[in-house]
């Protein structure tokens, strides 16, 4: 019955790889595994003290930090995130959640780890949206990780696109954008923050430090699914 019903649906919706549109075999999701392999990951988690954690290395504590996926533009990543974030795909940041949480894990990144946060988004932009992308990253990296997503941050205000700003600029645009809501969930743990796309790291950066502040004995582990080199 499950097949037949499965059936139906590829007939009418037919399951195609989102980046190269090849039909998609029953145990591939999304992607088919050609362009899985392809994706240019970093291997930052490779490597002591990586790109990443040279951008928050004595700004903010954290445990661990790694960006995956290398992210140029006009590239077909480049365009699976776009759909991600702004064409109602959130299917994609599922999907790249739970790759880049399968092959982290494999590599011992969250030892230590306890939960995960995507970074919030503020509830207006999120009723424009239908979503934050961020969200599904984290439920797809849980769904690979078996750790539980918390919700505990909040988004206060909505700031600015920062696409033209400069790290300072930034820093100041997202200065009191992020509160923790719930600090009892995250005393005494280790929080895995995801976030989309990192360029100069200022999310990440200001989320970290409203953490750091409201509940400094929190482990961050600061995740981006794709970085800018
Ligand atoms: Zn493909």
Request: aromatic share 8%; proline share 4%; charged share 20%.
């Amino acid at each position: 019955m499950k097949e037949i019903l499965r059936d139906i649906v590829d007939f009418f919706m037919p399951r195609t790889c989102h980046l190269c549109g090849c039909t998609l075999r029953d145990s591939e999701r999304v992607f088919c595994v050609r362009c899985v392999e392809t994706l240019p990951r970093s291997l930052y988690h490779h490597m002591p003290l990586n790109p990443m954690e040279r951008r928050f290395a004595g700004i903010v504590p954290f445990v661990r930090a790694t960006g995956h996926f290398i992210y140029s533009r006009n590239s077909e990543l480049a365009s699976a995130i776009h759909d991600m974030k702004y064409r109602q795909f959130p299917s994609v940041g599922h999907r790249l959640g739970e790759i880049v949480g399968e092959e982290l894990h494999m590599a011992g990144f969250f030892s230590g780890a306890d939960c995960i946060a995507g970074v919030p988004m503020h509830w207006w932009k999120k009723a424009r949206r239908g979503y934050n992308q961020a969200d599904f990253i984290a439920e797809g990296l849980s769904a690979a990780v078996g750790l539980p997503v918390v919700d505990a941050l909040e988004a206060t205000r909505s700031h600015k696109t920062q696409t033209a700003m400069t790290l300072d600029q930034r820093i100041a645009n997202l200065s009191g954008t992020f509160r923790v809501t719930a600090p009892e969930k995250l005393q005494g743990k280790g929080l895995v923050l995801v976030d989309d796309v990192c360029t100069t790291g200022s999310t990440l950066r200001s989320l970290a430090s409203e953490i750091a502040q409201a509940v400094p004995d929190c482990r961050l582990y600061l995740l981006s699914l794709c970085v800018t080199v």
